[in-house]
């Protein structure tokens, strides 16, 4: 039966034709974004995993710059330790060549193997990375956490994971306890290792320290009073310990005003009445400038290469050389020790480093072969959906005519 109300031809065309658009836009849009999969209603399920996935890189992105930051971090600390393992070794050169020596040749080896020292010193301040130093201990913390990983389970859980590499103590000094020192403000420590640590405001700002227990002290142990950029400093002596007219905390206190004052800061005022408290010193602000505070006190002799106070060829006789040439061995160890730690902590990153890098391609490969278009099949897919439409713009045209063929029936 034909019919001029209903022509099924036609809707059957224009279905196939809208079909046929339909694909032909989505095949479009996958060589135009490179994408097979661009948004949740392309495939709910397989979207929903690559955005899981793509934030997983993201996140392995920020693990490898914390890895590149442990990395270097730890070759510094490596190389401050190889540094400081040859100096001892110079230090050991020297005790030997002091065995045979007479009295004057040891004084002048003495002065060599005392600037070693120093060096040594030197090394291991300056052996830092982003403020990061990992070859001093100062009791707050005695390793770092690097972070290594992201680990995802099947169930959805995230969790990191992390790398320690443990501090290596080769100070020759270490800081004392937080007891020595005490502060009557609120203690904000401006640095690692300040034992007590506070802001002067611009104008009026007030802030005091007090010796609180000098009988911890001993001789060779230096108080430092960091003020802004600058730092003044004053080692403890044998008589300021030994003193009967006037308290050790008095003695200290003064020759630490005198060396704060020295620094020459505009408008800072030092204030010590050693009969208001025994061992207190107040600073005032009076400047346009805010300045942070923090004062460290070094132990002599406590740190991991404290030994090296002991250390020395001079005298009379060859005593101190032969003692020293026993004592040298322990140190060198203490360095090497810590020289092959340092290497293998940082051997450690550097391989989670390469693994996360590869990693990420392998994650950023996986979600390619979820989401990403295959170019060559949708230039296929395009050139046969563009025939397909011309095809069926000519069949909806054949069928919109057929109505017309039943006007031959009435003439």
Do not use: C
């Amino acid at each position: 039966m034909s019919s001029i109300l209903t022509n099924t031809s036609a809707m059957v065309a224009l279905q196939t034709m809208k079909s046929i658009n339909m694909n032909l836009s989505q095949t479009t849009s996958e060589i135009s974004t490179g994408k097979r999969v661009g948004s949740a209603k392309d495939n709910a399920a397989v979207w929903a995993i690559s955005k899981v996935m793509e934030s997983d890189v993201s996140s392995f992105k920020g693990i490898s710059d914390s890895l590149a930051l442990g990395s270097s971090t730890v070759a510094v600390a490596r190389q401050a330790a190889e540094t400081v393992t040859t100096h001892l070794t110079s230090i050991k050169n020297k005790i030997v060549a002091a065995q045979n020596a007479n009295e004057s040749d040891r004084g002048k080896i003495e002065t060599d193997i005392t600037a070693l020292k120093n060096q040594i010193d030197s090394v291991v301040n300056a052996a830092q990375f982003n403020g990061m130093n990992l070859v001093k201990i100062d009791g707050l913390e005695n390793s770092v956490e690097i972070l290594a990983s992201l680990d995802r389970t099947a169930t959805g859980t995230v969790s990191s994971s992390s790398i320690t590499v443990a501090k290596a103590d080769l100070q020759t000094g270490a800081y004392v306890a937080r007891d020595v020192l005490t502060s009557s403000v609120a203690t904000n420590v401006s640095a690692e290792g300040d034992v007590a640590g506070f802001f002067l405001d611009s104008g009026t700002g007030t802030g005091d320290f007090t010796i609180a227990t000098p009988a911890n002290f001993s001789a060779g142990d230096k108080i430092a009073v960091t003020i802004g950029s600058k730092t003044a400093s004053y080692t403890i002596r044998t008589e300021d310990l030994a003193s009967t007219t006037v308290t050790p905390a008095d003695v200290i206190a003064v020759a630490l005003k005198q060396s704060i004052e020295s620094l020459g800061i505009e408008d800072l005022t030092v204030g010590y009445d050693s009969a208001t408290a025994t061992g207190k010193l107040e600073l005032t602000n009076g400047g346009a400038v805010g300045l942070a505070v923090g004062v460290q006190i070094t132990n002599k002799g406590s740190g991991g290469l404290g030994g090296l106070s002991t250390i020395s060829v001079a005298g009379t006789d060859l005593t101190n050389a032969r003692n020293s040439l026993a004592n040298i061995e322990g140190l060198l160890k203490t360095a090497i020790d810590a020289s092959a730690a340092f290497g293998s902590s940082q051997t450690r990153i550097e391989t989670q480093q390469s693994f996360v890098g590869k990693l990420v391609d392998s994650m950023k490969a996986g979600i390619g072969s979820l989401i990403d278009a295959d170019m060559e099949e949708a230039s296929a897919r395009l050139q046969a959906l563009q025939v397909q439409q011309q095809l069926s713009t000519q069949a909806l045209s054949i069928a919109n005519q057929q109505p017309q063929a039943l006007l031959s029936l009435f003439r």
